[in-house]
């Protein structure tokens, strides 16, 4: 069968958009934490869902949601590329040894037991927006999309181990950030 | 166990993905450590305000009808080209007619299309406010909502003390015929349990199967089918079947 009539089915369509629609907002969200743009990010999830009615014959599993996050996620590095290669837009990646940096070294200071200050949406939500690569990804897969360690190991291609060390520098990071706008003058 | 270790192992102990041995390790680690303790209560405080936050993003309503229009358009009528295959599975049919090959064949038929449309009824569902029809985390006030709905009592049975928190129960339409689901969490994965009345009275064991990346659990006990659907892990899903099943052998329905 030729790959247009493929695509053309309207049986095919329609389970597609039974199954798929359904996490547009979940796949907006995560693009939109990804790239930290609001047209960026519907460009990317439009050719999410495009790449993934092409694929959809061969979809087997996992759960639907992993999948097309699977997918939009390699949309949006393919988008980091693009920025990459322009000479204005900045990257925001870190090296590689940023990773193997022992957690200890982020916050010597922090008080453990300090009481955590009742941020609002808006303020949480940037500071989530301001933690770097790749532990944001981690971060939000985790916090936001409430997918399991296995899901987001398969999601961003990595070891289940790893997926751990960058939520545990993600959280303390972003634990860091909590308590530093505190200190800010309002 | 280390405060290293400790330091990773307690974000999974806050995300509940530690086995029963790491549990109790970190466990007694935090214990006599009163620096990973407080660790610990901090991490679990921003979790839970990060859960409370409202920080996500509804998709532009000029995406959702630029990827609609993407798509090959649905035919409301069924198209020339299926009622012709229609004749002709027709006149396959005629010749094997008798040979007790075309029961078989047509019940298996029957059983994907129902499930198929079992997934899609669960799908509907978890579109904003489809959830329920009748919220309560109470069996006795869930069951007796069915009564003169539906032509058979679906069971209600409350599982919270078992890790699946009774949210409701819905009336929904599969095989064009109202059908009762009843509404659990577990985590933030809901599951639709559905309950239809069958026939045969014969006990069917649970099968575990997968469809467009959900598992469908399904059952049949005392005439009536049950198909129990979810995002939850096959295993998981299992482990609320067998729930279901042992509760309502032993008889503690609403």
């Known amino acids: ?186 | 166990m280390t405060c290293d270790e400790s330091e990773i192992l307690l974000h999974a102990l806050i995300d509940d993905e530690l086995d029963a041995g790491n549990t109790r390790a970190v466990e007694e680690h935090v214990a006599g450590c009163p620096r990973c303790a407080a660790q610990l209560q901090s991490y679990r405080a921003m979790s839970k305000m990060i859960a409370g936050a409202d920080l996500r993003y509804r998709a532009p309503l000029g995406l959702r009808q630029r990827i609609e229009a993407s798509l090959p358009q649905p035919t409301q009528a069924p198209s020339r080209r299926a009622v012709l295959r229609g004749f002709a599975m027709g006149s396959a049919v005629s010749a094997i007619a008798a040979t007790g090959l075309v029961a078989i064949v047509l019940r298996s038929d029957d059983e994907a299309r129902i499930q198929s449309e079992v997934v899609s009824a669960h799908l509907r569902s978890l579109q904003a406010g489809h959830l329920t029809d009748v919220i309560s985390t109470d069996q006795h006030t869930v069951k007796p909502w069915f009564n003169g709905k539906l032509d058979v009592a679906p069971p209600v049975v409350d599982l919270t003390a078992q890790g699946f928190t009774l949210i409701g129960g819905r009336l929904d339409y599969v095989d064009a015929r109202p059908i009762g689901a009843i509404v659990y969490r577990r985590r933030a994965h809901v599951i639709n349990l559905f309950v239809a009345q069958t026939a045969s009275t014969e006990r069917r064991a649970a099968k575990i199967e997968t469809l467009q990346g959900f598992n469908i659990r399904r059952w049949s006990e005392r005439g009536l089918n049950y198909w129990a659907v979810s995002d939850l892990a096959a295993d998981e899903l299992a482990e609320f079947g067998e729930k279901f099943e042992a509760a309502m052998r032993s008889g503690t329905t609403g």
């Open chain 1, 1 to 186: 069968m030729p790959v247009k009539a493929a695509n053309d089915d309207p049986e095919k369509a329609r389970r597609f958009r039974d199954a798929a629609l359904p996490y547009l907002d979940d796949a907006y969200t995560l693009a939109r934490y990804l790239l930290r743009d609001a047209t960026d990010a519907e460009d990317a999830v439009q050719e999410c869902y495009l790449r993934a009615l092409k694929h959809f014959d061969t979809y087997r599993g996992p759960a639907m949601k992993p999948w097309l996050f699977a997918i939009l996620r390699n949309v949006c590095r393919a988008e980091f590329a693009r920025r990459a290669s322009s000479p204005t837009a900045p990257i925001d990646d870190v090296p590689e040894e940023a990773e193997q940096t022992p957690l200890w070294h982020d916050a010597p200071q922090t008080p453990e037991a300090q009481m955590l200050h009742q941020w609002d949406s808006t303020t949480i939500h940037r500071l989530v927006a301001a933690l770097a690569e790749p532990f944001r990804e981690t971060f939000v897969l985790r916090e936001i999309h409430d997918l399991s360690y296995r899901e987001i190991a398969d999601v961003v291609g990595a070891p289940v181990g790893t997926v751990m060390s960058r939520l545990a520098r993600a959280r303390a990071m972003l634990r860091s950030a909590w308590m530093a706008e505190e200190e800010l003058p309002k």
